[in-house]
């Protein structure tokens, strides 16, 4: 993720407050079942720069989830490991140093189960 995006994104979570609000909390929470999201790059030339997530009940999406440095390639996916339950993903691809393309879901997660997430 560029620096740009990155200091517009936690400048707007900063004003939110909190530090929790800031990362979008933990992807596994202690003593809950877990499934995983699978985010699949269906672009034929396009990467995915960031993904975001949360549980539905968190006022924001947080940071990337993506390790540092990491695109999920143009045919390409990932898979996050994450409590069940109700979760918000966002992802996207950095265009520029002042644009880039966004979408987002609220998702689903069953127990041992794999939910997958199509992006451009």
Do not use: H
Not at 53 to 81: E, K, V
């Amino acid at each position: 993720m560029n620096n740009a995006f990155r200091a517009a994104t936690v400048a707007a979570l900063l004003a939110t407050g909190g530090c929790s609000l800031i990362t979008g909390g933990e992807l596994i929470r202690p003593g809950e079942p877990t499934g995983a999201i699978e985010i699949r790059n269906v672009s034929r030339n396009s990467g995915i720069d960031v993904v975001m997530m949360s549980d539905c009940s968190a006022s924001t999406y947080g940071l990337n989830r993506l390790p540092s440095g990491y695109s999920i390639p143009p045919g390409g996916s990932y898979r996050f490991t994450v409590s069940a339950g109700c979760w918000d993903v966002g992802a996207g691809e950095v265009l520029s140093q002042n644009s880039w393309t966004q979408g987002f879901a609220r998702i689903s997660v069953g127990p041992g189960q794999v939910t997958v997430v199509q992006s451009r």
